[in-house]
Nanobody, 130 residues
């Protein structure tokens, strides 16, 4: 399973670090991603990473403000978010899918509405408001 933490209410321009703890499987065999969904909007793949080689994907909307990282020893994935904007407000979910090929991290991020993830977390709320 996946358990997210770190969501909070912050002001525009501030930073947050989200954590995703994985249990029951080994990260190095999976691609892990952060998928967000705001009320009334479609899911958006924010960033995904290969647990095998560290390949990363970022959505264009992130504009280099977020950094995804992993700690295979702890079986955890992190999302460091900086310069947060009100439009970043959403529930952030951690998702994982077994690596099938080199494009798995990208595929799981660009098709969040239809991709069949192997694991899906309960979500953590990020609210950016003044």
């Amino acid at each position: 399973q996946l358990v997210e933490s770190g969501g909070d209410l912050v002001q525009p321009g501030e930073s947050l670090r989200l954590s995703c703890a994985a249990t029951g499987f080994t990260l190095r065999d999976y691609a892990i991603g952060w998928i967000r969904q705001a009320p009334g909007k479609e899911r958006e793949g924010v960033s995904c990473i290969s647990g095998r080689d560290g390949f990363t994907y970022y959505a264009d909307s992130i504009e280099n403000r977020f950094t995804i990282s992993k700690d295979n020893a702890k079986n955890m994935v992190f999302l460091q978010m900086s310069s947060l904007k009100p439009e970043d407000t959403a529930t952030y979910y951690c998702a994982a899918t077994r690596i099938l090929g080199l494009n798995t991290p990208t595929a799981m991020c660009i098709m969040p509405g239809t991709y069949d993830y192997d694991y899906w977390g309960q979500g953590t709320q990020v609210t950016v408001s003044s």
